[in-house]
């Protein structure tokens, strides 16, 4: 994590006045390095087909197409598993993405051996064998919804919605900030980013707080998003320097709205964490305990 220190003397400085923490939350890609070896298997596939003739050619473009298909499938179920491993509550990811990806290896890798004149058996016995390699490598996703313990399942699935637009607002967010190739803007909106997703794991872990947060984490968070948007189309034409500094102000006052509802929010779960010791105190008193 870097963090970026205001000052007379620095960039961008704040005379000691601003905030001085600002997050930088690069993180690694989910996906890795492993699906991104699966789409070599394609490339290999139709470099040792092209001079077989037009059968054999034509049958390993399909496989190696096949076979495309099945790594990119792979790579965005990687990525939803990782959302959903990191969240308290959760949906299951809506399609199983994994599990078509290990179907569609073993199509491809039937295809690409029957494409190397092997009989339909055999074809049949490798793709068997790729899509079982495939499950034991990868896994499969996550069938159920996750969910915790004690609390009502409705409130619940209300928080698991409103978390799944909240992270889509961000997301948007981030990859258009991204586009502009601005580190600093970029690490500015990270720090917006962090106190939203501080709200987002304080509703999760109490879902009664979605009633104080959801105006923020969908109306305003919307309005985020959109700002957003229409500042970069415009600062990338003609990087207008009154707009970026507006788009800064609108994210530090988002930001301390964020923070201060989070807190507030935690306030009051303590006050509730103290009325309940409070009479619990007092029942045990009046029993003799």
Do not use: C, W
Not at 145 to 165: C, N, S
């Amino acid at each position: 994590m870097a963090k970026q220190f205001g000052g007379k003397y620095s960039p961008n400085g704040t005379n000691g006045t601003g905030p001085l923490e600002v997050i930088d939350d690069r993180q690694v890609d989910a996906a890795g390095g492993r699906s991104n070896l699966l789409f070599i298997p394609a490339v290999v596939l139709v470099a040792t087909t092209f001079s077989d003739g037009p059968v054999s050619l034509i049958t390993g473009l399909i496989g190696a197409g096949t076979l495309t298909v099945a790594a990119m499938l792979l790579r965005e179920g990687l990525r939803a598993e990782a959302a959903y491993d990191l969240r308290k509550v959760a949906r299951r990811p809506a399609y199983p993405r994994k599990m078509l990806s290990s179907a569609l290896t073993g199509i491809g890798v039937a295809i690409a051996s029957y494409a190397h004149d092997t009989s339909i058996l055999t074809a049949i016995l490798y793709g068997i064998s790729g899509l079982a390699v495939h499950v034991a490598a990868f896994g499969i996703d996550p069938l159920r919804d996750k969910r915790m313990e004690g609390i009502d399942t409705f409130q619940q699935d209300r928080v698991a919605k409103v978390v799944d637009e909240a992270e889509t607002y961000l997301n948007i967010m981030k990859g258009q900030i991204e586009g502009l190739g601005d580190r600093q803007m970029l690490i500015r909106v990270n720090a917006f980013q962090a106190a939203a997703r501080k709200m987002i794991r304080t509703v999760e872990e109490d879902p009664r707080d979605l009633t104080g947060a959801r105006k923020f984490l969908g109306v305003y968070l919307m309005g985020a998003r959109d700002a957003t948007v229409k500042f970069v189309e415009l600062y990338r034409r003609s990087k207008d320097p009154t707009a970026r500094a507006n788009y800064e102000s609108l994210l530090g006052d988002l930001e301390q709205n964020f923070a201060a509802r989070t807190e507030k929010m935690l306030l009051d779960d303590r006050s509730d964490m103290d009325i309940e010791i409070k009479v619990l105190r007092d029942r045990l008193q009046r029993e003799g305990v």
